[in-house]
């Protein structure tokens, strides 16, 4: 092992341009088609690939495109791998400080490998995790090769899962396992998570029945509890532009559509929490005609413990009156579904101006059932809402062949581990909770999981807007741009870019897709 990366050793038995080339995203959207998912959990397993002798003749220029963008890191220098413990302590400190969150559980994941890392505690030096402070001087030469290795090794093994050849994708993870840890560099740290979801889909690979439909992944819980999982989305939230561009683009489509309205009433499907609202208020109560008298939220918010949602909802409307505006709050312990949409469930009011807001939560219910967000949707329209706006995660997620899923999100989820790398030091505790909490989860069910279980089913924006058009929606243009500019800007990294098209508003890392954000009227 050189510098934190072990050697790979040759993979002669495989082709390892088949799964890259054979799975392209642009091959995948053709074969897609305009219709999503929509199929059933049996139908998707028969679509796994069987394995392939020879590779198609397309240029193999996927694997390069995320490996480059792990070596063109612009905005975190590598000197703030050697920072001094008080320039380190410094900059922990002042996140600390920002911050009410705990973390002394981090204490544990850095010190329990066996509970968080799936490894024994004295194995860990064969599995080359970075432990910090017997790594010092960690650094990555010949990058760029060992990178293109890691990807090639994280490609064949998806092939071998996809071909059920569970020895061969065993074979392939062992030599994975001792290159990645979630301590390393950016690559190392998401080849970490998509080795993990790997591994964990080779274990549904035992549950398989003869018509090819998994036996049950109800057994398959997550660790992670709801406590981390809100306190990742925090962290996430203050840390990095990504929430933030999804509730000013969300807050100023309601904003300009409530323009003198007095009664408003805001209900936020999926909602987990009060972070998007108090800044709403309060810019509604600045409004030059002094803003709406009277403001509803009612929050479907499924099976959660309500109890730290309800005191956040009570010190909001203390502020709100305060500013003058009389705020009621309403939360419904329902999942999203038509029979909870319904006006008397919605305790709707005459002369309200209903606002209906989906922040990542649509495509959960992009699910085996074609008919599902359709019936959503149109039970929405049914509701003749002021406005529906809609955020998402801007990724094809929701392929029905696994390849093409796996080579697909490994691009997304490169980014965004690239942005962290960009903005916060490897030894953050705060980039480790956003990565072990939240996005490790999201890769594990979009790799692992299928059928009803796998939720993650994101969308690309085109796909939105022909789903949201066919439901009877149409698309109002957002004018937030130049806000929503200037707020990513306020992060300090010149990689993140922000545009417009066709109405949706879209926050990206080195141009690659990460957010989408849209407002839709009922088209009559």
């Not at 979009?446 to 939720?455: D, K, M, P, T």
């Not at 957002?478 to 949706?504: R, W």
């Amino acid at each position: 092992m050189m510098n934190g990366w072990h050697s790979f050793p040759t993979l002669e038995f495989f082709d390892q341009d088949s799964a890259i080339r054979q799975f392209c995203p642009a091959r995948v959207e053709q074969e897609q088609g305009e219709e999503w998912g929509g199929i059933s959990q049996d139908e998707e397993m028969d679509m796994w690939p069987t394995c392939m002798d020879g590779a198609l003749e397309l240029p193999p220029t996927e694997v390069e495109e995320i490996v480059d963008t792990f070596f063109n890191v612009e905005c975190f220098e590598k000197d703030n791998a050697n920072k001094s413990s008080d320039e380190e302590n410094g900059f922990l400190g002042r996140f600390q400080e920002e911050s009410p969150l705990q973390f002394s559980m981090l204490d544990d994941f850095c010190y329990e490998p066996d509970v968080h890392l799936m490894v024994e505690e004295d194995e860990s030096k064969d599995y080359g995790l970075f432990v910090p402070g017997e790594s010092e001087g960690y650094e990555m030469t010949d990058g760029v090769d060992q990178g293109l290795q890691l990807v090639h090794l994280l490609l064949a093994s998806a092939e071998a899962v996809g071909c059920r050849d569970t020895q061969l994708a065993n074979s392939i993870l062992a030599q994975i396992w001792p290159c990645v840890n979630p301590w390393g560099d950016s690559l190392q740290r998401v080849s970490h998570y998509f080795a993990k979801g790997l591994t964990s889909r080779l274990s549904f690979l035992q549950k398989v029945n003869p018509n090819g439909s998994f036996t049950s992944m109800v057994g398959e819980v997550s660790l992670i509890t709801r406590e981390e999982k809100s306190d990742s989305f925090s962290l996430l939230h203050r840390m990095t532009p990504y929430i933030g561009f999804a509730f000013l683009a969300a807050n100023d489509a309601i904003y300009q559509a409530a323009m003198g309205k007095d009664s408003l009433h805001i209900v936020d499907l999926g909602m987990e929490h009060n972070l998007q609202w108090p800044s709403l208020v309060r810019t509604l109560a600045r409004r030059s005609d002094g803003g709406p008298k009277s403001i509803r939220i009612t929050g479907i918010i499924g099976d959660q413990e309500p109890m730290d949602l309800e005191n956040s909802m009570k010190g909001l409307c203390e502020e709100a009156n305060s500013l003058g505006i009389c705020l009621e709050y309403h939360l419904v312990a329902e999942l999203v579904s038509p029979s909870s949409l319904t006006r008397e469930n919605l305790e709707l009011r005459e002369g309200e101006a209903l606002f209906v807001n989906a922040i990542m939560h649509f495509h959960k219910h992009v699910k085996e059932s074609r008919g599902s967000l359709k019936t959503i949707l149109q039970t929405i329209k049914k509701l003749n809402p002021a406005l529906l706006t809609v955020v998402e995660q801007d990724a094809n997620h929701n392929g029905p062949f696994f390849l093409g899923r796996f080579l697909e999100s490994l691009h997304y989820y490169s980014a965004i581990f690239d942005s962290l790398e960009a903005s916060f030091p490897r030894s953050s505790p705060q980039r480790i909770m956003i990565e072990e909490f939240h996005f490790a989860e999201e890769i594990r069910n979009v790799i692992a999981y299928e059928g009803s279980n796998r939720i993650e089913r994101h969308e690309r924006a085109d796909q939105w807007r022909r789903q949201l058009g066919r439901a009877g929606f149409q698309v109002v243009g957002l004018k937030c741009l130049d806000q929503a500019q200037v707020i990513v800007s306020d992060y300090g990294c010149d990689s993140y870019t922000v545009g417009s098209e066709k109405g949706f508003l879209q926050l990206g890392w080195k141009g690659r897709p990460i957010m989408l954000a849209s407002a839709w009227q009922v088209n009559n």
